[in-house]
């Protein structure tokens, strides 16, 4: 597919004061902490193309203070803020992607590949409780920690506790409760140490397709159905999360699971469900406002995953008043998906998400699901932005990444927190 950006001109007006300076990117070297980092340092990025989160722009630039963004402007204008200046020609600056799902803790994904490879906040949502980190010159995860399971149930039952200490509940992928005073307590441990989410699992298993049900790896498979949280934790936990400002995010993967998590009041369904789900249901989820964590890619060998998330698109596409939405989520733990951007997971969402046919106003919504969406969702509104105030969290491609997505798996600029980790331009030409 190929969708010509100049057909869709997106026109920005913004007032900038001027002063006048050059410079180019062979100043920066990669992994270089004083060119593009905190204090007074400063440098502006100009490119073909800006994406800032929101608005694609044409022949824009960015102009970085220290560790944050200052603004994104015309070029010739921002140019005289800074003496330092940055010509990538054709090419595309973006904001650094979001993966709201993943499990690079448990699974012990190297961070830093990671973050060269375009993701520069992941969400880890299922694995060993940890403060939020990072942001500067590191990959910055936010941590769920163990998701909270039904004794006997998943994920337990399935990856186990890994070797963790028995005394270290929250060192591992799952921590089970049997009572509401237990899931209480839980809750308020998770958020004291750092969880940025509370994630349940309501998962009886047996779904076809889906990667719980091989045993590849896993050894073999516990009967189905497991053990499920009973509705009344679910609303005990979902109260105090909510108490604490903690969105609840629910493992859904079968009409049962999804049901108890939309009585039980859950915010998110940390994946599109892998068997076909009810319409009843659906329209529920919707009326709810539910956010959905895509994962397509990852579960695509599902038998309902790809109706479902065309259901859920064409159900909000008639319901004005909804706040749901879809975020962009890859999964990056699993063996079958990219440890960084995922391009395929974008092209599924784009043909899956557009019920009335494709224009480039459903590919920017895209883009935004996995930058400004993601970082609204995440309660920082201004992470996955080139914003005034935002992290600068940046990466750059040479060429159109809107006409093809491929090119974000392999980005030519990653920039974390001001701070150089990828830098394939250097071979660009000084000019003082």
């Known amino acids: 597919m190929e969708i010509k950006t100049d057909q869709f001109k997106i026109t ?4 900038i004061l001027a002063l006048a300076f050059t410079f180019s990117l062979n100043g920066f070297a990669q992994g270089d902490s004083t060119a593009a980092s905190a204090g007074n340092h400063c440098y502006v990025l100009s490119a073909q193309r800006v994406f800032d989160g929101l608005e694609l722009h044409e022949n824009a630039a960015v102009l970085v203070k220290g560790n944050q963004i200052v603004q994104v402007g015309d070029a010739s204008q921002l140019k005289e803020l800074c003496s330092r200046k940055i010509k990538l020609g054709d090419a595309t600056i973006l904001p650094g992607f979001i993966e709201t799902h993943a499990h690079i803790t448990f699974q012990n994904i190297p961070g830093d590949k990671v973050l060269q490879h375009g993701i520069t906040t992941v969400r880890d949502t299922g694995g060993p409780l940890l403060k939020p980190m990072g942001g500067n010159g590191s990959l910055r995860i936010l941590s769920a920690g163990p998701i909270i399971q039904a004794v006997d149930g998943y994920p337990l039952n399935i990856f186990g506790h890994h070797g963790t200490p028995a005394h270290d509940k929250y060192g591992t992928i799952g921590v089970a409760v049997a009572t509401i005073e237990e899931a209480e307590k839980i809750v308020t441990d998770l958020v004291a140490g750092g969880s940025t989410v509370i994630k349940i699992s309501l998962e009886p298993g047996g779904e076809a397709g889906a990667p719980w049900m091989s045993n590849h790896g896993h050894g073999e498979i516990p009967q189905t159905p497991w053990p499920l949280l009973s509705l009344d934790i679910i609303k005990a936990i979902v109260t105090k999360a909510h108490a604490l400002n903690r969105k609840v995010a629910a493992h859904v993967g079968e009409n049962t699971g999804v049901e108890l998590a939309l009585d039980g009041g859950v915010d998110e369904w940390a994946h599109i469900p892998c068997a076909e789900i009810r319409d009843d249901l659906l329209h529920r989820a919707v009326e709810q406002d539910v ?19 065309h259901k859920l698109a064409h159900i909000m ?14 999964e990056i733990g699993h063996d079958n998906v990219p440890w960084g951007i995922n391009a395929e997971e974008m092209v599924l969402m784009l043909n899956l998400t557009s019920p ?8 920017l919504r895209v883009f935004r699901s996995a930058t400004s969406e993601a970082g609204k969702h995440l309660n920082n509104p201004l992470l996955g932005t080139l914003m005034k105030h935002a992290p600068a969290d940046i990466i750059a491609v040479r060429g159109n990444p809107f006409e093809r997505f491929k090119l974000l798996e392999y980005p030519d600029l990653v920039i974390s927190g001001g701070r150089i980790i990828v830098n394939d331009f250097k071979k660009n030409k000084i000019r003082n």
């Open 12 to 15: 920005t007006q913004l007032t």
């Open 356 to 363: 009335n046919g494709i224009d480039f106003g459903d590919v």
């Open 317 to 330: 596409s008639h319901n004005t008043s909804t706040k749901s939405k879809f975020i962009y989520g890859s």
């Open 291 to 309: 956010t959905f964590v895509t994962t397509v890619d990852t579960l695509s060998a599902c038998t309902g995953i790809h109706a479902n998330t």
